[in-house]
T-cell receptor, first 112, second 113 residues
Framework: DGGITQSPKYLFRKEGQNVTLSCEQNLNHDAMYWYRQDPGQGLRLIYYSQIVNDFQKGDIAEGYSVSREKKESFPLTVTSAQKNPTAFYLC???????????FGPGTRLTVT | GESVGLHLPTLSVQEGDNSIINCAYSNSASDYFIWYKQESGKGPQFIIDIRSNMDKRQGQRVTVLLNKTVKHLSLQIAATQPGDSAVYFCAENIPSGTYKYIFGTGTRLKVLA
């Protein structure tokens, strides 16, 4: 079964703790993306990576970090510097030079 | 997720009727557009896309119309079914050398039995 997996589906953390969200794809896609989704707003791009060992900041990268050590994996760390981390986080991937992005099922992070 | 649908405009349609969902996009330079469907608690699913050199594209039970003059995109769903109930949003790609998008906030479609 090919696709994108995100784990866990729900995640709860205390304020001040860093937390890492997992994203794995077995589609052999070159590019991967992290988005944040909040009520009443469109998806906003946090980070993206077009190739292994390289990534770029998106529109709202502050308080987040990523790594891309393997083609199939693009974990996102939400650091304690992120002021409002509670949100639904979506990972996506695409072939190089392709417009079409495939999304994972998402992780709902709640920080209290 | 569940709370993503709060505060969204809602379109209620009788089962079997046609649905039309609208989207105003922001940049006249945008050259590619996608419609996504998002069910509660799940990730968005690709429905249909259209390039800026087209006015209309049809898929299975769905049609996308593009009006570049007024920067407007619409999604038409024929013979709406209960399984079509979801949040629908559009995405526009602005040519920038990267595949980055601006995403709309979405419309919730409710199909009434």
């Amino acid at each position: 079964d090919g696709g994108i997996t995100q784990s866990p589906k729900y995640l709860f953390r205390k304020e001040g703790q860093n937390v890492t969200l997992s994203c794995e794809q077995n589609l052999n896609h070159d590019a991967m993306y992290w988005y944040r989704q909040d009520p009443g707003q469109g998806l906003r791009l946090i980070y993206y990576s077009q190739i292994v060992n390289d990534f770029q900041k998106g529109d709202i990268a502050e308080g987040y970090s990523v790594s891309r050590e393997k083609k199939e994996s693009f974990p996102l760390t939400v650091t304690s510097a992120q002021k409002n981390p509670t949100a639904f986080y979506l990972c996506a991937s695409s072939l190089a030079d392709s417009y079409e992005q495939y999304f994972g099922p998402g992780t709902r992070l709640t920080v209290t | 997720g569940e709370s993503v649908g709060l505060h969204l405009p809602t379109l209620s349609v009788q089962e079997g009727d046609n649905s039309i969902i609208n989207c105003a996009y922001s940049n006249s330079a945008s050259d590619y557009f996608i419609w996504y469907k998002q069910e509660s608690g799940k990730g968005p699913q690709f429905i249909i896309d259209i390039r800026s050199n087209m006015d209309k594209r049809q898929g299975q039970r769905v049609t996308v119309l593009l009006n570049k003059t007024v920067k407007h995109l619409s999604l038409q769903i024929a013979a709406t079914q209960p399984g079509d109930s979801a949040v629908y949003f559009c995405a526009e790609n602005i040519p920038s050398g990267t595949y980055k998008y601006i995403f709309g906030t979405g419309t919730r479609l409710k199909v009434l039995a």
